[in-house]
């Protein structure tokens, strides 16, 4: 980080919180980000809440014993500056059923402008010349105390985001985007009420398993699961306890009849493999015992295929959609995607129900929406 570092102050015990409600109370708007641990431990907690208010920033250690109940009062009347905030709503929504009252998402703005890096870092480097460390992208904030290194990280992740904001607000409303984004955003604080998806019986269909059929099915959804609870027990991510490539690995060679000690033998967990080999060569046996049959069933699909017709009108959509992406040099998933174009195929009557109104608005004015 290769500029002077703005002070900052770091809430650990209830009686530094009274300094920030009282700036709260002085301000209708606030610069916000979140920390999490969702790289070190199986349920993704908030470790840390950074905020810029009236002109200075507060780091609140949400892992101490803080009534934060009058915090989360006031900050739900503010309008919010983030970055990328779709992640930190969600987390906040587990976390307290958080709904911000407005926001503006400096990522969104950068994506509704075509800037060709919309990350923080990248932004704050072409505008600011600031070089954040790549490090607190990828440290432990469930780890206390946190180094002044790592506060000094979090602060910048809020310092400049006023300045941002101005920025990107003047190249939108030149470009007349500045409702698009309000519009966007809008639609990103109600996604981020939903939460984090809850688990689901057909989650240990991962990556190929669409093309096994028979040993490899039961195989996968029995080693699919031990990962899990093994990743409960050593309160880690799944991936710390191995990789679902080899998870895959492990499923095609049942599904190919190598036998059980064969699959074993090319299995690697690192460090812990003395401790986990054993369970899953159980797990392995489990599922090689399993008959296919017997495990949960894919969901039918909600709708029946898209008819030749549709198929058509959706190849029209998107060439509309891809014309008009070109036109005003946005991604064209921006306008629609490629699940939306299909549910517009099929019923082109629900395009307002499917788009928001500029995106709908775009795709209404072309041929293939409004033929003559």
């Not at 698009?180 to 109600?190: A, F, G, N, P, V």
Request: proline fraction near 6%; include cysteine; aromatic fraction near 6%.
């Amino acid at each position: 980080m290769n500029e002077h570092l703005p002070a900052y102050t770091l809430i650990e015990q209830p009686d530094q919180l009274a300094p920030l409600l009282a700036a709260l109370d002085r301000v209708d708007e606030v610069s916000l980000d979140t920390e999490a641990d969702n790289m070190f431990h199986y349920r993704t907690r908030v470790c840390l809440l950074q905020f810029l208010v009236d002109g200075k920033i507060y780091l609140v250690d949400v892992l101490a014993p803080l009534p934060l109940g009058p915090l989360w009062e006031k900050l739900a009347t503010k309008h919010l500056v983030m970055h990328g905030s779709d992640f930190d709503l969600r987390l906040l929504a587990d976390l307290c059923q958080f709904r911000p009252k407005s926001l503006f998402d400096t990522m969104l703005a950068a994506q509704l402008l075509n800037h060709s890096r919309i990350g923080l870092a990248g932004l704050l480097e072409q505008h600011f010349g600031v070089i954040l460390d790549k490090e607190g992208q990828k440290a432990n904030w469930s780890k206390r105390p946190i180094t002044k290194k790592l506060l000094d990280y979090a602060a910048l992740d809020v310092w400049h985001l006023p300045a941002l904001r101005d920025i990107l607000t003047r190249e939108l409303v030149r470009l007349d985007r500045i409702d698009w984004l309000d519009q966007q955003c809008r639609r990103q604080i109600e996604s981020g009420l939903i939460g984090f998806p809850q688990d689901d019986e057909n989650d240990w269909r991962i990556g190929r398993s669409e093309r096994l059929r028979g040993a490899g099915l039961g195989v996968l959804h029995a080693v699919w699961h031990w990962r899990r609870e093994w990743a409960r027990t050593l309160d880690v991510p799944p991936f710390k306890v191995c990789s679902s490539d080899l998870l895959l690995d492990i499923a095609y060679a049942a599904e190919d009849g190598d036998p059980e000690p064969s699959i074993m033998a090319k299995v690697n967990l690192g460090k812990r493999h003395d401790r986990l080999a054993p369970t899953l060569a159980t797990a392995l046996r489990q599922g090689l015992a399993r008959d296919p049959q017997t495990l949960p069933r894919r969901r039918r699909a909600e709708h029946a295929p898209l008819t030749p017709g549709e198929v058509a009108l959706q190849d029209r959509i998107k060439a509309d959609r891809d014309r008009v992406a070109a036109r005003l040099e946005i991604e064209p998933t921006l306008i629609a995607n490629r699940a939306q174009l299909a549910q517009i195929a099929r019923d082109p009557a629900k395009l307002d129900e499917i788009l928001l109104p500029w995106q709908a608005d775009l795709l209404r004015a072309e041929p293939s929406l409004n033929p003559a």
